[in-house]
């Protein structure tokens, strides 16, 4: 049985504070990592400190997304916003896409151009920004993905990942600027390859999460054991007919089929299915609405 998270009484300042810290980390971080760069001679550290860059506008993204998803249902949108938490943790995952490919295009094009000897050797100022980067966004990655559980959110959930790829990231920054500072310069560009491919990694992530919740995916066998399990539990219920999910952004959707002693009152049986209703979008914080329909039995 699934357990109701305990959430905070003003999600509004969860999401700014969330907000602010990503904002404000990333540009203080991705201008020392630039600085760092620049004048350590770290093509992989002025890789990582665009990356960083790249994540304040996704985390501007994912404030409008979650805030737009917030928004009330209306007479044109009677089922609610919570797709567009979908839709821009789509744009985020493009964005990082994007980013990625052009990072590691730079590392190939050094790589593949053969001038090792004319690779200027990354200074220490590089090594001590890379450290420096990995113990900061691994901390924002936490922090992050620990409101992202609590609010139920996609979008901060794929913000979190992606600050987990910059710290990942810069892992690779610190063994290229290393390996280039012991006599090996092209370990730099090498870094910057791998730096990408650990972007695209994560990218592709988001992106198969945000199309599953667009396309109302199931929520999976367990999810569904589960939930039969609590209905089948429900004083009065004989039997389930049918049961379908469907995720609707962040949230779940159900239609469900249950049976019912035929010799009960329409009265009594209402009751058996509002009683169903009520205990399972309590006990299931994640589902938005579950439609029953009573079969006799």
């Not at 992989?44 to 506008?57: E, K, Q, T, Y």
């Not at 964005?95 to 190939?108: A, H, N, Q, R, Y």
């Not at 100022?125 to 609010?151: F, G, N, Q």
Request: charge should be negative.
């Amino acid at each position: 049985m699934a357990v109701r998270s305990k959430k905070p009484h003003d999600e509004k300042i969860i999401i700014r504070n969330i907000s602010l810290v990503s904002i404000i980390g990333n540009c203080v971080l991705s201008a020392f990592k630039l600085f760092a760069g620049i004048f350590g001679s770290s093509g992989a550290m002025i890789s990582d400190a665009i990356h960083s860059l790249s994540d304040v506008a996704t985390t501007i993204i994912a404030l409008i997304g979650i805030n737009l998803s917030k928004q009330d249902a209306d007479k044109e949108h009677p089922y609610g916003h919570e797709r567009f938490e979908s839709i821009a943790s789509l744009i985020l995952g493009i964005l990082l896409l994007i980013t990625g490919l052009g990072i590691g295009k730079t590392g190939l094009e050094h790589i593949l151009s053969g001038q090792y000897a004319q690779l200027e050797a990354p200074k220490a100022i590089a090594l001590i920004a890379a450290i420096a980067s990995i113990v900061t966004k691994e901390a924002m990655y936490w922090y992050t993905r620990h409101y992202a559980k609590i609010l139920n959110s996609s979008v901060f959930m794929a913000d979190a990942w992606h600050h987990r790829s910059d710290a990942m990231s810069s892992v690779g920054s610190l063994i290229g600027i290393a390996g280039a500072m012991m006599g090996f310069p092209v370990m730099d560009s090498i870094a910057s390859v791998v730096i990408c491919i650990f972007i695209i990694k994560v990218a592709f992530d988001i992106l198969k999460n945000a199309v599953k919740n667009m396309l109302d995916t199931s929520c999976g066998e367990d999810y569904e054991k589960n939930l039969r399990e609590y209905i089948l539990k429900q004083e009065g219920v004989a039997g389930i007919d049918m049961l379908h999910t469907r995720m609707f952004g962040s949230k779940v959707y159900i239609d469900l089929e249950i049976s019912v002693d035929a010799n009960k009152t329409f009265r009594e049986a209402h009751a058996i299915s509002e009683r169903v209703h009520d205990g399972v979008e309590k006990d299931f914080p994640d589902i938005k609405h579950i439609m029953i329909h009573v079969n006799p039995v």
